[in-house]
């Protein structure tokens, strides 16, 4: 086992993944740009680093500097947590270059998996159903209408590398498709430094489930269950749950052993996702994988009661999987709320400032995952999300229960937050009944007074 990680990573990613190292008996260190030299994670760390100034390009993405510190600080792997470097298959490979450990998966996995038309090519010949799309990137424009008019309209313009909902536009029409194209590969190209971009055909009010799955480096996976995250604003989660509302516990295993068989393929290894659609009729298809922990990895850990940082680490250090498939029961009901920093009101508009006052939600069973706290400035080069509200219940209407009473207690001062759109989609009927699907939002949005 490691005796020292160095996070390479912020906010309450940055917080959990100390968390986990300290009941691990593991030291750590935090790296912080000069934005962030008063920031929880540089505060709880066992050492701190300063690695650059407050532009991502600059500290968090700025892999030299990440390096040098791991090497100064002795640290023996590095947790990129999610965003920044974490599927960066060129960081995770000098990192091995290095003696380094990426507490991940290796570099020819992410490489496979996180380019996302590679990744359409290889379940294809692994037999995982997949969404009618284009064969391997768009080359040029002529491919482009051609692609687009043997699948069908509409069609979704997607960038291959990145996620986060960026270098992604829904075409209905031919006349509208080649702006678009354009306009996704210079957001991709800009986002991602990629400029690549594939076709798919875009299913209608689908379902978005997500498997979780853990491999060690001895060919042993399981799936830890699904999580439902179609909740979803311009491709961007909001509240996620777990177990879907929609899903049969034949649906699960089906789609379970579909994502430990892709996960298989490239031989993944650490923890990862397998993201699928999932029709009206629920048919199911693969949509990509994120070579990573993800953000809505809790509502998980609270269904299984396995900690899933935990088991990136003892894989990472060399450790056999402690689980077989047939030890992973889903106990209850578990929901994620992401509190963003933002202005409802104006469009979501990033609210960053200081927070005057704080009231973090208590209480049986629920979770805060945050790195704020009174006086704290939020500062304006990162995301909006500053804390992530959990909660579990013994099945999903206490869990919605239970989240209606946490959202209720919430209160943060200073700063505009989306705490109270939070509370309107937890008690809007479709969300109630479980039939939302990823354009729900969008629907929604038109009857509130925002």
Avoid at 127 to 142: D, L, Q, R
Avoid at 191 to 200: A, K, N, P, Q, R
Avoid at 327 to 343: K, L, M, Q, T, V
Wanted: net charge negative; charged share 25%.
């Amino acid at each position: 086992m490691f005796n020292k990680i160095l996070i390479a990573n912020r906010g309450e990613i940055a917080v959990r993944i100390i968390r986990a190292c300290r009941e691990m008996g593991i030291a750590t260190v935090a790296v912080y740009s000069e934005a962030d030299k008063d920031a929880l994670h540089a505060q709880m760390a066992d050492e701190a680093i300063c690695i650059g100034p407050a532009s991502p390009k600059d500290s968090y993405l700025n892999v030299q500097n990440i390096i040098s510190a791991t090497v100064l600080s002795g640290a023996q792997a590095i947790h990129p947590g999610f965003g920044f470097l974490s599927e960066n298959s060129k960081f995770a490979k000098i990192c091995k270059e290095c003696n380094i450990t990426f507490i991940g998966p290796d570099p020819e996995c992410i490489d496979n998996m996180g380019n996302k038309s590679n990744a359409r090519d290889i379940m294809i010949k692994a037999g995982i159903p997949i969404v009618p799309g284009s064969k391997g990137a768009i080359e040029n424009e002529e491919d482009l209408l051609k692609t687009a008019v043997h699948i069908g309209y509409p069609v979704m313009i997607k960038a291959s590398a990145g996620g986060g909902g960026r270098g992604i536009r829904i075409v209905y029409e031919e006349k509208d498709i080649i702006k678009n194209y354009e306009n996704a590969k210079a957001e991709a190209e800009a986002s991602f430094g990629d400029g690549t971009i594939y076709l798919e055909k875009f299913i209608e009010k689908p379902k978005h489930v997500e498997f979780q799955i853990l491999g060690d480096n001895f060919g042993n996976m399981v799936y830890l269950g699904e999580r439902d995250c179609s909740m979803q604003r311009r491709n961007q989660k909001v509240m996620e749950e777990a177990p879907s509302p929609i899903m049969t516990e034949e649906l699960r295993k089906i789609m379970g052993e579909t994502a430990v068989k892709a996960a298989k393929a490239v031989s993944y290894n650490n923890a990862g996702t397998i993201e699928f659609l999932l029709d009206k009729n629920k048919n199911y298809y693969f949509m990509e994988m994120n070579t990573r922990i993800q953000v809505e990895h809790p509502i998980t850990e609270m269904v299984t009661g396995i900690d899933l940082v935990k088991e990136q680490i003892k894989i990472a250090a060399g450790e056999k999987l402690s689980i077989s498939q047939q030890d992973i029961n889903i106990h209850g009901h578990s929901i994620e709320c992401r509190i963003n920093a933002e202005d409802v009101s104006k469009n979501f508009m990033p609210c960053p400032g200081t927070i005057k006052e704080l009231c973090i939600p208590g209480g049986f069973n629920v979770r805060v995952d945050s790195a704020v706290y009174s006086g704290y400035k939020i500062p304006p080069f990162y995301d909006s999300m500053i804390a992530k509200l959990i909660v579990y219940g013994s099945d999903r209407q206490e869990a919605i229960d239970r989240m209606r009473r946490a959202l209720g207690e919430f209160v943060i001062g200073g700063v505009s937050t989306n705490i109270d759109f939070q509370f309107d989609l937890l008690n809007s009927e479709e969300f109630v009944k479980g039939t939302y699907d990823t354009k729900y939002i969008e629907k929604y949005m038109k009857n509130l007074s925002y």
